[in-house]
């Protein structure tokens, strides 16, 4: 099933993914706080995710890993 990686202590919490994402399927976590401060990206539903790379394309950190299977 096509999922994507989030890696939680990469991510800035730019939020770029999240409107990225044509499924709307990425937020920045209401709970989680990475090392540095920021509420990392996470996916919501991943059995609606495509695999259509939009946003590990925009990650300016490439933060977002994307498997097609
Ligand atoms: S690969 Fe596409 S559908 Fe899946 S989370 Fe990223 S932008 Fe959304
Ligand atoms: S675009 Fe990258 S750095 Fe920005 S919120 Fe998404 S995963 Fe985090």
Request: charged share 20%; aromatic share 2%; hydrophobic share 30%.
């Amino acid at each position: 099933m096509p999922h994507v990686e989030i890696c939680a202590e990469t991510c800035k919490g730019c939020a770029l993914c999240v409107r990225a994402c044509p499924k709307k399927i990425l937020r920045l976590s209401p709970t989680v706080l990475n090392q540095k401060g920021y509420s990392p990206s996470e996916c919501t539903d991943p059995s609606a995710c495509t695999a259509c790379r939009s946003c590990a394309l925009t990650c300016p950190d490439v933060a977002i890993t994307v498997y097609k299977d």
